[in-house]
């Protein structure tokens, strides 16, 4: 089976930086993913690592170890629109575009 | 931009009605999925399609079924809603291989009374 630990909730201020965390136990495994979801809208994708190492996107970077089946989404240079549900996801049949098994979602809430 | 485009964004349901949830994608996109989402437990996978007619139960199937009769649409639908299905559910499409992702509608909010 498939499990994906998030802590529930981060509080962090404008400006800081925050790693939302993620392990995994999977019995298979090909790459982890992070979505993005305000409130009342829809996920959405931010970011995908299929190998080991830190992948950068502006103010957001990923980071994958699979040999410690954990992985971390980095937010640099905070800012209140930042103030959403993260959620990790791993994909268990190949890619970052096939069935996917979300974590149970971090709330950040970014303050002033 | 692609769009997902689910046909409720509210509804509401009597316990023992049939309830269809409807969801169509304009980029010819290949795979389809629908998710439903609870408080405190994230984004759980009911069925997923990777062709037209072709399906596969997800993680929590029972009391749903799915049609795919067209490559841009995929329905969920609840034989006999029950008051346990109340949820958000949420549609994504994504192409078969690429690194951009699910691309995820807006959600239908389902009160089943």
């Known amino acids: 089976g498939q499990s994906l630990e998030q802590p529930s909730e981060v509080t962090a201020v404008e400006g800081a930086i925050v790693q939302i965390n993620c392990t995994y136990q999977?019995?298979?495994?090909?790459?982890l993913s992070w979505y993005q979801q305000h409130d009342g809208g829809a996920p959405t994708f931010l970011s995908y690592n299929a190998l080991d190492g830190l992948e950068e996107t502006g103010r957001f970077s990923s980071f994958l170890s699979r040999s410690d089946s954990y992985g971390y989404l980095l937010l640099q240079e905070l800012q209140m629109k930042d103030s959403a549900s993260y959620f990790c996801a791993v994909s268990p049949y190949g890619g970052a575009t096939n069935k996917l098994i979300f974590g149970t979602g971090t709330l950040l809430a970014v303050q002033p | 931009d692609v769009k997902v485009t689910q046909s409720s964004r509210y509804l509401v349901k009597r316990t023992g009605e049939k309830v269809f949830l409807e969801c169509v994608q304009d980029m010819d996109h290949e795979n389809m999925f629908w998710y439903r989402q609870d408080p405190g437990l994230g984004l759980r996978l009911i069925y997923f399609?990777?062709?037209?007619?072709?399906?596969e139960k997800g993680d929590i199937p029972e009391g749903y079924s799915v049609s795919r009769e067209k490559k841009e649409r995929f329905s969920l639908i609840l034989e006999s809603a029950s008051t346990n299905q109340t949820s958000m559910y949420l549609c994504?499409?994504?192409?078969?291989?690429?690194?951009?992702?699910?691309?995820f509608g807006n959600g239908t909010r389902l009160t089943v009374t």
């Open positions: 999977t019995s298979g495994f090909y790459g």
């Open positions: 399609s990777y062709d037209v007619k072709m399906k």
């Open positions: 994504a499409s994504s192409p078969g291989q690429s690194p951009s992702g699910l691309h």
